[in-house]
């Protein structure tokens, strides 16, 4: 199969228009239309309906396959020219917003760095496509064990740390006063849903009702919306502690008893490292009990 025929049938399934994916590809209309045709004809099936653009159900299951595919493309891609190239002067970091912590903050270097901040979901994807040196990604896991990671390419997975966990409430909710709080006792909690910026809503969370969806990913933000009664957040727990000091008392934080959930980060690295990066990888790793994975 031709992955830039895979590639010319994805757009225009997205874009649910042949002359609008031929503007984004930069190829006429027709010749567009005989992608699509050349890709139908090697696969003997229909892949689009034309009048409106909707993918059949071949189609659809093409898509299921074709971004993995194309994704583990750009892996490759980008796995050998970091091989190739010289060593670069600078490296860029990808990181979850909530990954940003006292870890990686003691460990950048001076200069030569560029840390780029994105939803979680975002970083492995990142690393794998070549447009940045690392990764860093977190979420909630039982002690000790791994984050579930998409399967975006062969990548090297070191634990760095984990933290308690705790919830951020406003100052007037029933159960600020507490010592301590299960998530069973929330069972008609209403809760922000931050995927880009906190830690996502799980099973953990039970049947969790969503009060307010905040995408974006400034922390500040978030956890102001959260001591302003908007929804209840979990959050490491310096995270939250760290909230409430900075918003004079308009939420508290209430460390979390129960089920037993630590806030994860893991490092994430391809096959290739510059000297930079490899130097990076090891002060954010130093002393780290976690052992290493790779995903294949």
Not at 148 to 177: C, I, N, Q, S
Request: with cysteine.
């Amino acid at each position: 199969m031709d992955p830039h025929l895979l590639r010319t049938f994805v757009t225009v399934a997205r874009l649910a228009s042949f002359s609008a994916a031929a503007r984004e590809l930069g190829y006429t209309q027709s010749a567009v239309s005989q992608h699509i045709a050349a890709l139908e004809a090697d696969l003997r099936a229909e892949l689009l309906t034309r009048r409106p653009v909707t993918p059949t159900p071949a189609g659809t299951r093409l898509l299921e396959h074709a971004g993995p595919l194309l994704l583990r493309l750009d892996a490759a891609r980008a796995d050998v020219l970091r091989l190739a190239a010289a060593p670069p002067g600078r490296i860029t970091l990808a990181a979850s917003p909530l990954a940003v912590g006292p870890r990686l903050l003691a460990a950048l270097p001076a200069t030569g760095v560029t840390l780029s901040v994105m939803p979680p979901g975002r970083v492995p994807a990142a690393l794998a496509a070549g447009d940045c040196d690392l990764g860093l990604v977190d979420g909630l896991a039982a002690p000790s064990d791994p984050l579930r990671l998409p399967d975006v390419a062969p990548l090297k997975v070191t634990g760095v740390a984990e933290e308690e966990l705790a919830l951020l409430l406003p100052a007037g909710h029933p159960f600020a006063r507490r010592a301590a709080v299960r998530l069973d006792d929330l069972a008609d909690a209403r809760w922000l849903d931050a995927p880009d910026a906190g830690l996502p809503l799980t099973p953990a969370h039970g049947s969790a009702r969503t009060a307010l969806r905040y995408e974006g990913t400034d922390l500040h933000a978030l956890c102001a919306l959260a001591a302003a009664g908007h929804g209840l957040l979990l959050l490491p727990r310096r995270v939250a502690e760290a909230a409430v000091a900075a918003g004079s008392g308009a939420g508290t934080a209430v460390p979390l008893d129960a089920p037993r959930l630590v806030h994860r980060t893991e490092l994430l690295a391809p096959g290739t490292l510059s000297g930079a990066a490899a130097a990076l990888a090891a002060r954010l790793t130093a002393g780290s009990p976690y052992d290493d994975r790779t995903r294949a």
